[in-house]
């Protein structure tokens, strides 16, 4: 048995030396499949190989410190440390409920106090820097390079919205441009998660994994055919623009941290289907695990949101506003509904203060709390920072279950420093975090799952004052920034249009594609705390599809991601309890497809249906619905308009 295991170590971890590069060492996935190489000597490489594609060439990784120590240069291994792991993460609050952790693993000890760690999985691998020193360390720079064997076509978000001339001021919301690594525009900054084709049809994504205490990465052009992690520097000067506080001097450094610590992880998934990539756990896997034990106040749920609908509730006897009719209105909504929240979005205080305040918001938590419906209030970073113990105590106390955090808009050290630290003092008052303006989550909802959710997407606000080509941007989050983590990209619209009838409307606004489309986000998108985004007034009109919305869970027992390519379409089945719900979702090309109803398992179903109607392509409010009883044996032809959808709840009879 020893033996056995001796050489099954040395199969995953090998070892050689070469005469001039240094050291070479490799460590393989469970399978097989995926091999990382790492060189050790006058600097260190790393490169990754899936069977036969070279999917990371050997590319530097450093860590540059203040007293001109390069860690990663000259490197020298004291001590190569091999280990494997097959374990379950529970997951409760989760597009699954638990998440197989199966991984190998190989921590080289380097001269100088510090490591590296290299692990890989099935589905991708990685590296992260730890250090061993005393004190604290300032840290100028971090080599991160990513270089690929051609010019591969990439999935990048564009940094594009600079506010305050400082780039790295944004609010992380960006169509993809595809283009090839060579028409990346000097000085052009993309923010993760991008993907990259490395040979159809296995493709890259690129993430990092559990940032705390430190900035998040961008990506430029490197050398030829590679990418290049740049970071912002630590923020010296700060001052308010309008409702932002933005920088206006950093220093020349990026983080001033402790010497002891981890650093956060740089992650490739890899993906032979696209289709994998929807259903992809990594960043369940390298987080921190929850700092919280006791879940039974985290409530995920959906909630009635006023700002995108503008407040515009008809055929009512009060003047609709920001104020307490209006509210007990859209509660009304949501209890008749079954819905656990309504949000009071910007206007209720002071945006500089939420200790002034213009409506009686203790009046609207009593009301809520009489018909079991939860608040939450939202707040901008700058005013929510400045007391965040006081506000939340304040706010506990009169029965507010949680803060909408608004107008981030960046992710230095200082950023991502203070995100973790309000969602540590929201935890101890049993408060929900859902944050916008925000970058990925990277992680950080698995360490604190009380954020119950994370913007960081272009999502159906930018309907409000216009945007090309939003469903074909729909059909490619769930294969890029979905692999992050979930996203606040606040669905349900109600006032649909075909491509050629859309126009931005601030008031009464419109969404891209069909009816069905926006259905099937409910259950293609992930989202513990999701937002219903049109005004109670329309939902009430339209029943049929509220009620299909409201019976959608936001957090599920299983998930199948079905079929799909990345810009075309996605087809996704998740499981609650025994009953799955199922959504397909395309860009503006109308297609025929099948779904295969195999993920249903034992047992005839009763399937509820709504699919595109015959008219969808003139007008984008048309569908229909239907009623028929299933099985797993069986497969559905179902046509597909133009931006359209298609969603389904199958009850086990």
Known sequence: ???????????????????????????????????????????????????????IMPSEISMTLDNGEILGKNAVVKKASPTSSNTTIITPIYKKSQVKDNFNQLTLSFKGDYSLVFRVYDDGA??????????????????????????????????????????????????????????????????????????????????????QDYPGMYLTQGESNSLHGVFAKYPTEEAILRINYVVKQRAGYIAKTAGTRSFPWRVVVISTEDKQLADNDMMQKLAEPSQITDYSWIKPGKVAWDWWNDWNVTHVDFKAGINVPTYKYYTDFAAANKLEYIIIDEGWSDDYDLNKTKLDVQQIVDYAKQ????????????????DTEGILAKYEKMGVKGFKVDFIDRDDQKMVSSLYAIAKTAAAHHMLIDYHGMYKPS????????????????????????????????????????????MDYTPGGMRNATKEAFRPVNSNPMTQGTRCHQLAMYTVFEAPLQMLSDNPSIYQR??????????????????????????????????????????????????????????????????????????????ATDYTTKTITVTAKDKLNIKIASGGGWAARFEKL
């Open 1 to 55: 048995m020893k033996i056995k295991v001796l050489l099954l170590l040395c199969f995953m971890f090998s070892l050689c030396a070469t005469a001039q590069t240094g050291k070479t060492y490799q460590v393989k996935s469970p399978d097989g499949k995926i091999s990382v190489s790492i060189v050790a000597g006058a600097a260190v490489s790393w490169s990754v190989k899936h069977e036969d594609t070279e999917v």
């Open 126 to 211: 990685a590296y992260r820097f730890i250090t061993q020193k005393k004190g604290d360390i300032t840290i100028v720079n971090e080599e991160a390079n990513f270089k690929f064997k051609d010019d591969d076509k990439a999935f990048l978000p564009f940094v594009s919205d600079y506010r305050n001339k400082d780039k790295f001021t944004t609010s992380f919301e960006g169509h993809y441009d595809n283009i090839s690594l060579s028409a990346i525009k000097k000085d052009t900054l993309a923010f993760l998660p991008v993907l990259i084709d490395v040979g159809s049809p296995k493709k890259a994504v690129i993430l990092e994994a559990d940032l």
């Open 371 to 386: 018909k079991n419906v939860g608040v939450i209030l939202w707040a901008t970073w700058y005013s929510f920072q400045r």
């Open 443 to 486: 992680g950080m909802q698995r360490t604190w799952p009380n954020i119950i959710n994370c913007e960081g997407v272009k999502g159906l606000e930018n309907m409000k004052w216009g945007t090309d080509n939003q469903p074909g941007y729909d059909v490619s989050i769930p294969y890029i920034r979905m692999t992050s983590g979930s």
């Open 542 to 619: 339209e029943q049929e599809s509220t009620n299909f919305i409201a019976a959608v869970p936001t957090t599920f027992d299983a998930t199948v991601s079905l079929d799909g390519k990345v810009g075309d379409f996605v087809s996704i089945a998740r499981k609650k309890g025994s009953t799955w719900y199922a959504g397909v979702m395309t860009n503006w090309n109308p297609r025929n497809l099948t779904v295969d109803l195999s993920f249903l398992g034992d047992g005839s179903y009763k399937a509820i249906i709504f699919e595109d109607g015959i008219n969808a392509n003139k007008d």
